[in-house]
């Protein structure tokens, strides 16, 4: 049985997602590989391995990745996160004060990198909260 616990976001700048990454969802920084220019950060939330990568060689072969469409934060306070992941730098994409949609209802909001992200203060089937 596989297990989801990596996930690669590509960026052009890789100091400034970094910074995104830990500060808005404080996630820890556990290692790194190559260059600002062509490299990698890890960060972690103890389950799973976020890599944040910058690569300008079009030889590479993950050079332009498509298809990450976004990813989920569980949050204990869904407004606190809101507040904190906008003050770094990510914008929101739905209004947070519009939750008609109950239960299933998520904050959607966009990274620097244009990665989505989505919060929740409910989580998603299959996961542990």
Known sequence: MAKLRHIAINTSNLEAEVSFWKN???LEEVGRAGTPENGACYLSDGCINLAIICISDPEYPNY????????????ENIDDAIETAERHGAIKLV????????VTW???MRAPSGVNIDLSDHGWPGIRL
């Open 95 to 102: 209004d947070p004060n519009d939750r008609d949609a109950g």
């Open 24 to 26: 808005a969802f404080e």
């Open 64 to 75: 332009d990745p498509q298809g990450l469409n976004h990813l989920g934060f569980v949050c």
């Open 106 to 108: 998520e904050m959607k």
